[in-house]
């Protein structure tokens, strides 16, 4: 009776991070109505542990992705391992894996309290060590006080706590989220990541999140795999998918772009629209990319290697940074100036765009 | 090998799946198919039965019924029936126009309510429809009988003889027949009201000025839907009306649903009545291809109920 | 200006409509009081018909035949209903087209052709067999099938307001089908239920004609003791046993409409 109350967050911990699970998906097919092609022979490879990010437009098929990996579809052909073993026939209800859905679907015929149990009720736990188990999650995921509410009297983002606490109770081997912040508003959804990233760590849990919105998928994620037409297109860490993007899809999804043709000239320099570039660390032909913020935009007159004249057609203030279009050779481009309080250009003012070869991206196509 | 796997699991969930779909619409298909579906199908296949002894169906299977029905019988041709068909049809007619002249304002007054007060509103219109149609009935043959003040007022305007009620008569059938329906045209009217947009009849106010054309051409195409709908619900169980016209009406006043009940009862011609219900099972079906269609309409074609 | 003169004859034409309405539910109860033989003029309040009706062995049983096929028809059809509307939401993506033939036909037919398919059906099925001789029996079975298609669309039209997502929340946390229905299906729909078999009963304390033509000489009902009476010559009993069931129906109205008022109310006042 003395003893002291065993520290089970603690140990929990302990126990999701020895028990955090790896993903693998082999050749995975899904197609609707017969004719619609969700996914095409997608083969992915989820570590242990690390927060993974389904990335893409509507309709490239990343919440059918995680539908099948939830077990509320049943992908048409290839193999699904969790933790190495293989669930592909598996019903949704006999995975350890659960879900925060984007509505959050909460019951709305129940408490706070009773949805955060349900899982564990279903499984048969008494109703005890639910309310111990509930009470705990709860304070973890500070909700401590609303645990008696009905769910039509919390907020967006309590809703968001309540549904994450229904998954996380479960201590399941793989934790789905299926744009889980995108009902909130700006501020809110700021905070929640942070918090959302922080729970993943502490627990070191296997996190799947999809989203539509890049800005979030590199701020939250070890690897983002970006999805376009059912395929997969990339998968890297946030760094590398924006600064190394392997397409065109990839390279305009993560960010705003400027995009050339070009051939090499034989001697190791690039022939492009803007003009000859040298000092490039792979001169290959087809179509390299240059991100805005890599450009710089100088006054006129100034000559060199990899300078070239040009003429700023638009100007886009925006505070912390200036947004030029300017007409250089034969090419527009896009470039992005932060602000540090220099002399602003123009519409219509002639100058100097200089291009830094190292920041050139070559892409497949 | 693990495809083999995939599709032997598919197989289990194909099974455990048909197996709840049975479970959950077996029991309420079965039992519609077997005690409706299948008695229908009966009545139907009674029409074209030789009348035994009794009334009751026999072999062979004869057109005779149909002739009957037509007026061909055994004294030679009569058109008794005809007229009770077409009276049929007139009085459903006449009830049924009279019934959505009387909805629309009340549909349209309805949904210009607090949204609050709409619920109960409508509840009020639909109550009295809850209760027995034979008490209902009742109720108008006490209203009608002869001393009331409605029929009083009736014998003043030389409406009526003196001391005489002002039923039976046709006018007192389509009177009970309007009380009846006026609730399955003012809900789906009123349904459509709701949708509707008013803002294309404030512009059509400004624009036609005058409450017939606005109605014409920017109320009418709006509320059409519901129109279609009450029109359909009101006529056709109308059309096969029973209760009302035995009650309200003479012998004068009868149609079709008495014709049939007539030849189960009293006159014992089970084929002939069969043949008369066959009629209004027709009319019913072309009913129910209407109101599919116009289902369809207003789910966007995808909407499995109306 | 020209608002508020339309908005003022809607509403004169509103009360009129009232009028229309109740007026002869009104003389009904009103003649039940009165306290002589005459439904032209009344003479005084009086509780009489009722005390007959309390001494009148086959209305009694008229009574109770009718309370016994209400219940028990909208126990079942609820039953069946639920089941059949559940069915038609999980399997919506299907083929179900045909289903709503199936669905509308007691709906949208007559009750005369109803009444008389169902006798033939049931008095040929006698013939042949022996079982279904008309009586309570067949009376409840043939309510059973009018009432299975308005439950089963009300239940449908509840299921398809709800988040489709909330049946794969109950998957996705670990409950078997049989704990989806009975943790989830069935507290959801818990209200919807309710108004269900009060929809159903009002349906059967409405119905007269295919009642009529399914009984047997033993299953009087209510409805159609007041029919042969009215047939045979009113006696004022009549007002007083219509009057009994005007008051079941409008209290079961009021019943079910508080009911689907006290759910959004209660969330109200609870903030």
Redesign the interface.
Known sequence: MDAPAPDTTSERRGRAAREASSIELRGVRKTFGGSVVALDHVDLEIRAGEFFTLLGPSGCGKTTLLRILAGLE??D?G?LEIGGR?I??T?AHRRSVNTVFQSYALFPHLSVRDNIAFGLRMRGIDRAECNRRVDEMAEFIKIGQLTERRIEQLSGGQQQRVALARALINEPDVLLLDEPLSALDAGLRGELQVELLQTQKRLGMTFVFVTHDQKEAMVMSDRIAVLNEGRIQQVDSPDAVYERPRNRFVARFMGHTNLFACEPDGEGRLRTGLGTLSGCREPGGGCILVRPETLDLQPAGREGENRFPARVVERLYRGAFAEYQVECGDERVTVIASNRGQALFRSGDEATLAVDPDNLVSLED | M??R??Q???I??EWGRTT??L???????I???L??????L??IS?AFMTNGPYGLPQMPLTLQSFRELAGFGFLGWSPGNLYTLLRSFWQTLIATGLVIL?AY??A??IS?QPSNRR??ML???V??????????T??????M????PLSDTAAVFGLIPPQLGLFPSSFAVIVGLV?NF?PFMVLPLYAAFEKMDHDIVAAANDLYATPVRVFRHAVLPQTLPGLMAGT??VS??A?????IPE?LGGGKSMML?NL??RQ?AEASN?PL??AA?LI??LA?LG??LI??RI?RKLGGGKE??L | MKRSRL?RS??V??YL??L??????A??VT?SFNSTNT??KFSGFSLRWYEKLLENEIILNAFYNSAVLAITSSALAT???T??G???Y???H?Q??W????????I???????G???????V?VHQLTGFLQPDLGTMI??H???Q??FV??LI??RLVQMDPLLFEATQDLYAR?WQRAWYFVLPTLRAALISAFFLSF?LS?????ISF?TAGPESTT??IF??SA?KKG?TPE?NAI?TL??VT??T??AIS?AI??ARPAQSRSSQ
Not at chain 2, 23 to 29: A, C, D, E, M, S
Not at chain 2, 138 to 143: E, H, P, R, T, V
Not at chain 2, 145 to 148: E, H, L, S
Not at chain 3, 99 to 106: A, G, K, N, T, V
Request: hydrophobic share 60%; glycine share 8%.
């Open positions: 049943q992908p052909g193999e293989d592909t026939g019903a | 693990s495809e796997v995939a032997g699991f598919s289990r969930r709840h779909l479970g959950t619409i077996g029991p309420g298909v039992w519609i198919v005690f409706l579906v299948l008695p229908s009966y009545l009674v009387i304002p009340l349209y007054y210009t619920a109960l509840l009020i219109v109550v009295p429809s809850w209760t027995n149609q034979v008490i209902r009742f109720g108008w043959m006490n209203l009988a002869p001393d009331t009380y006026l359909v619900l056709i169980p059309f096969g009306m029973y209760v009650l649903g049939v009940a189960f089970w009545g069969a219900a209004m099972i019913t009913g129910l109101l599919r289902g499995v109920v | 908005n809607l509403q034409f509103w409509a009232l229309f309405l109740y007026a002869p539910l003389i009904v003649f439904y032209a039953v069946f209903g089941a059949l559940y069915g038609i999980r399997y919506r299907l179900l087209g289903l709503i033939w199936i669905i509308y036909l007691p949208v037919m007559p009750d005369i052709v109803y008389i398919s169902q006798m033939t059906f049931f040929g079975i043939a059973i099938s009018f299975v298609p089963a669309l449908y039209s089908p009002t304390i409405d119905d007269f004609v033509f209510l409805p007041i029919w009215i009113i009549i219509s069931l005007i129906v409008f079961a109205a409409f689907q008022r």
